[in-house]
């Protein structure tokens, strides 16, 4: 068993204790900062708890997402947005 399954397992089985870990990293990052960079942490710590509540482990199927696939953004080459 790779680490990434066991994480994803440990994930499943603790999610409440997952989300706590995500908001105290993310509040420690902030902290750290002086939140010059709080947009990006919020937006992270709501796409990892998406994650967690997920379950599973798989990306956003239902928004048409796909494993390894990248839709651009603000920090991509270019500045391309997202369709």
């Known amino acids: 068993m790779s680490i990434v399954d066991k994480v994803k397992q440990m994930l499943g089985q603790h999610p409440d204790k997952a989300r706590q870990g995500v908001e105290r990293a ?14 990006n942490v919020d937006r992270v710590q709501e ?7 997920r379950g599973d482990g ?3 199927a239902e928004h048409g997402e ?13 500045g391309a947005q997202r369709p």
């Open 26 to 39: 993310g509040d420690m990052i902030d902290e750290r900062t002086g939140d010059r960079h709080a947009d």
């Open 47 to 53: 796409k990892a708890s998406d994650y967690i509540d």
């Open 58 to 60: 798989t990306r956003g």
């Open 66 to 78: 796909h494993r390894g696939e990248h839709h651009g953004g603000d920090d991509s080459p270019g």
